[in-house]
């Protein structure tokens, strides 16, 4: 368990070597990057192993940072952050894996990529709101430029929409934040002491931090109406990037919503809580409608997180046990699934075929020329559906049943956004890998030259990710089993009333 | 000679107060002296003995840090010696010292003089250090004129340039504006305090402690409110705070980048200096009227500031708007301070340092980057620095990294103390007004960044040329190096400095 602040240093160490390997050639800086990810995966996996469900955040490293201030370096697990760790363990090694043809200033593009992830697992380590602040902020300025040096359409554009966005969004985190901070006597930033001082504050002090907070957080998790960058940057960044940022850079978000809004602020969610809930059906169902009907291939992916993201808001909302425990394995489950839909769209399709066109594709039978890619991606769009035996599954239903105790009209509009992913992943497989080239109309036909095979390490990348979410899928008590535990926390149990006052 | 006079002095020792500002004035006279009586080929050698001289007044200050005349005042009450001014003396000479590394890279480029450029640094850096410590109207007044008329011959100091000229004669327009507010301040305050019907009057009521005394005892003088309001006036000018921040934008760009610099960060640091003695401790029972006047100013300022470098395509432009936003975020701190948040005022100072070491890591990289005319800074000739040259790319993302907030680097700190402290003191819509404006001035210092690292920008071939870029040499290398670590470390840990700021 003590070495799980490693999975930090980890990263950033080899960020710093990949840069530096990244002189000498490309491919060193690949295998240094694959290297330190695999090794901060095996480190997490290994706490795994010995780690014991219990209540409460356990302490690993607790140190003063800034003493005038209060301010800690304090790091601490529990079932939830450590669900979050594997994930993003996963995500970074089949990231690496799948840009392994990034030949352009390879080791400028790892060392960013691992400087991202080294913020990620420090959010999902940290205990002290100031610490897990300060991880969230290193996690956000990597993706700008990654996505805005490697990045394809519109890159300038979308990577300034996210960039935007993530800073407004922590400088309303941090306003909330500080806000508290003062109001309990600006003595500490701890989770626990933050959670303990709320308790005095008055009822408004309670509804507006909440607000500044979550809403903060929310941006990041894609929360309609401030999901926008999402789709436009998730289409620009480089594939890798697409993956993080689906795969683990929303959960950022939807994890500081759990973790510092809800916990903190127990007043605050019970009454903005009808409205999240509103907002996150929305989200569902209108990016899944909006996925409906785009003609790119990675706007239905960039779409469908965010509808994938609505479930885990929703879940958060709903605020009970199982709804919350849902979430957290939606969490886990999206961000498999979304890292395996977009390695398919952006690596495996693209780069052979240089088009994301929906109309192009449906020219070309794919599922043919790459058979690999197609059934991959058939597997990710039925976990992604929620078909049983894939990690979306139990995540979705979970979340339904959870959200159906607390409110049954939340659950039935939530559960015809489930029919709604099962229209756009459906219309999706159909016209981009089971298109006939008969209907060719001048469209771009059967490409001349025989597309490039499936290389071994993509191949790795998607056995990795196809694994992941067959296995939870199979036996989602792997997860639920630290998740659960960790909700009987008294933090948790303030909050998860299923929105009794 | 007056034998009896000095005798006199050398008795309390008031001359050993003023050491740093000594051996400064003597240095800048002794390079004079040098440029007359040394060969033509050496002059080259001068400049280089400034920063040598400022380096070790550095080093003699620290080693008096804690000197024997702290808390005291000297020559009949103009100046106050407390830790604050000690601190802002280290402030000003590591200024110096930087202006003078840019100097030598800047100032090579054209044919101008270089012995009279380091003289005049170094006489304006002790007029601010004077300035700092100044007790006394007489003695604001004095010193702050000084550092005026000194700034006036070096913001037009290429004198062939139009733009330099314009921008000289733009600051002494506004300048004298701005001194006659601050002086008709003063003669009101002095009126006002000097009138023996009303209570507390005083004989030397250009005292800070005696007009605070008055100012106490008459807490809403029609004519003291007034007074008050055009000295605060006058200093915001000096600080480029709305609605006084008109000249900034051509000043800073027409004024050679190692004087942008001085401006932009010790001329500002001066005023808030004062600043904040002044709303803080001699205004103190004027704080109905201060505390208004100085959070509209503040949140006027983080707005314009940010909202107008949004569309600037110069970079002089564009960092001396991103300063006038700067000031707006101080001025919160100042606001803070003059509410008694407890730890404002060593927030401000912190904020101070963190906006000094981000700040001339990025005037470093602008002097590198321009070219013979000086005013031409564009942001396109940023294009492709990351591939070029990733040592001044990479400096110049922690500098404008450290400027944007972006944790953990220095100015995040920065910005976080000062928010606490406001948080302190209650000003919650100008907290609001500031987290909106660091959000939008992401937007400009990550378009200067693109510039940098994405080669997208690169100009038409039938376009001006870019100017040729300057080699990175030893001294100012290593200067970029130490200001792009301090802006690092400094957010990981700010211990001693955190501490030391805020000793009192």
């Not at chain 1, 933050?194 to 909440?210: D, E, K, V």
């Not at chain 2, 006058?234 to 980048?257: C, E, M």
């Amino acid at each position: 368990m003590n070495a799980l602040p490693c999975t930090i240093y980890v990263s950033f160490l080899g960020a710093v070597l990949a840069l530096v390997a990244g002189m000498r050639s490309p491919g060193t800086a690949r295998w240094v990057a694959l290297l330190s990810a695999l090794l901060a995966w095996g480190i997490a996996l290994s706490a795994a192993v010995n780690f014991v469900p219990g209540p409460g955040l356990e302490t690993i490293v607790n140190h003063p940072w800034i003493p005038s201030m209060g301010i800690r370096y304090h790091l601490a697990v529990d079932g939830i952050s450590l669900t979050l760790i594997i994930l993003t363990g996963i995500a970074a090694t089949a990231g690496i894996l799948f840009s392994w043809n990034i030949e352009e200033r390879a080791g400028e593009f790892f060392a960013l990529f691992l400087a991202l992830i080294g913020g990620v697992y420090g959010v999902f380590l940290s205990a002290d709101a100031f610490t897990l602040f300060v991880f969230y902020e290193i996690a956000i300025v990597p993706k700008y430029f990654l996505i805005a040096i490697w990045g394809s359409t519109n890159r300038e554009y979308g990577a300034m929409k996210l960039v935007l966005y993530s800073f407004a969004g922590s400088a309303l985190v941090l306003a909330g934040l500080l806000w508290a901070y003062a109001a309990a006597g600006a003595h500490s930033f701890g989770l626990h002491d933050l959670a303990t001082a709320a308790t005095h504050f008055s009822h408004s002090q309670q509804l507006g931090m909440f607000a500044l907070v979550f809403l903060g957080f929310a941006v990041l998790a894609g929360m309609f109406p401030f999901h926008t960058w999402a789709p436009t940057g998730h289409v620009a960044a480089p594939t890798a990037a697409s993956m993080l940022l689906a795969g683990v850079v929303m959960k950022l978000g939807a994890y500081g919503c759990l973790r510092v809004a809800m916990t903190i602020f127990p007043t605050g969610l019970a009454f903005w809580q009808p409205t999240i809930a509103c907002l996150a059906i929305i989200g569902i169902i209108y990016a899944g409608l909006v996925a409906l009907v785009q003609d790119d291939f990675k706007f239905v992916i960039g779409y469908s997180s965010v509808s994938h993201m609505g479930f885990v808001l929703l879940g958060l909302a709903a605020a009970n046990a199982q709804a919350v425990s849902g979430a957290v394995l939606q969490m886990f489950s999206h961000g498999v699934v979304a890292g395996l839909l977009f390695a398919v769209v952006g690596r495996m399709v693209y780069e052979r075929t240089h088009t994301r066109q929906l109309a192009d594709l449906r020219a070309m039978p794919l599922h043919r020329l790459l058979p690999f890619a197609a059934a991959v991606f058939v597997v990710a769009g039925l976990a992604s559906m929620g078909m049983p035996g894939f990690s979306g599954f139990p995540a979705e239903l979970t979340i339904l049943i959870g959200t159906w105790k607390t409110s049954p009209l939340w659950a039935t509009f939530a559960a015809a956004g489930v029919l709604v992913a099962a229209a756009f992943t459906l219309r999706v497989i159909q016209v981009s890998f089971f298109g006939s080239a008969s209907i060719a109309d001048g469209r771009k036909a059967a490409p001349a030259h025989p597309l490039p095979p499936i290389t071994l390490a993509e191949k790795a990348g998607a056995l990795v990710l196809v694994a992941s979410t067959v296995l939870i899928g199979l036996k989602p008590d792997l997860l639920l089993d630290w998740i659960n535990p960790a909700l009987q926390s008294p933090l948790f149990q303030a909050v998860l009333k299923g929105g009794k006052p | 000679m007056n034998l009896e006079a000095v005798k006199l002095a050398a008795a309390n020792n008031s001359w050993g107060a003023l050491f740093p500002e000594l051996m400064l004035a003597c240095i800048a006279l002794a390079l004079l002296v040098f440029e007359v009586v040394l060969p033509r080929k050496q002059h080259r050698y001068i400049p280089d003995l400034a920063i040598i001289g400022v380096a070790f007044t550095l080093l003699g200050l620290f080693l008096n840090f804690d000197s024997a005349s702290l808390d005291s005042e000297t020559f009949n009450g103009l100046l106050h010696h407390d830790h604050a001014g000690q601190v802002m003396r280290v402030f000003f000479l590591l200024s110096a010292l930087l202006v003078c590394v840019l100097a030598r890279v800047s100032l090579a480029k054209r044919a101008v003089p270089r012995v009279e450029f380091s003289h005049l640094v170094l006489v304006i850096t002790a007029a601010m250090m004077l300035l700092a410590q100044s007790s006394h109207f007489v003695m604001l007044f004095v010193t702050l004129e000084t550092v005026t008329i000194g700034f006036y011959i070096l913001v037009s100091y290429f004198r062939t340039s139009a733009a330099s000229l314009e921008a000289g004669l733009k600051y002494l327009v506004m300048g004298a504006l701005s001194s006659g507010l601050l002086l008709f301040g003063i003669v009101l305050l002095y009126g006002a305090a000097g009138n023996p019907a009303l209570p507390m009057h005083s004989a030397n009521a250009m005292h800070y402690r005696d007009l605070a005394a008055f100012l106490a005892a008459n807490p809403h003088n029609f004519v003291a409110s007034v007074g008050i309001v055009l000295v605060l006036a006058g200093v915001a000018f000096k600080i480029g705070a709305f609605p006084f921040q008109i000249w900034i934008p051509d000043v800073y760009q027409g004024a050679p980048t190692p004087v942008t610099a001085f401006l932009a960060v010790a001329s500002k640091a001066a005023g808030f200096a004062v600043l904040l003695v002044l709303a803080r401790d001699v205004f103190a029972s004027y704080a109905w009227l201060v505390i208004p006047v100085l959070t509209l100013m503040a949140g006027a300022t983080i707005l314009f500031g940010n909202i107008a470098a949004l569309t600037q395509h110069n970079v002089k432009r564009l960092i001396g708007l991103s300063g006038v936003s700067h000031a707006g975020f101080l001025l919160l701190g100042v606001v803070a301070a003059a509410s008694g948040a407890a730890m404002a005022t060593g927030a401000v100072y912190f904020y101070l340092f963190a906006y000094l070491i981000a700040s001339f890591a990025v005037f470093g990289v602008m002097t590198h980057l321009a070219g013979a005319d000086d005013s031409d800074q564009e942001l396109e000739h940023y294009a492709g620095l990351a591939k070029d040259n990733p040592f001044l790319a990479a400096v110049l993302a922690v500098g404008l990294g450290s400027l944007a907030g972006i944790p953990p680097l220095a100015g995040f700190m920065g910005k976080l103390f000062v928010f606490i402290a406001a948080f302190q003191a209650g000003a919650r819509w100008l907290l609001a007004l500031a987290a909106a404006g660091v959000a939008i001035s992401i937007y400009y210092y990550f378009g200067w960044l693109k510039a940098a690292f994405f080669e997208s920008l690169a100009p038409s071939p039938d376009g001006p040329a870019r100017p040729e870029r300057t080699p990175v040499g030893f001294a100012a290398g290593l200067a970029l190096s130490v200001l792009a670590l301090g802006s690092i470390l400094l957010g990981f840990y700010q211990g001693p400095l955190g501490q030391w700021l805020t000793l009192k």
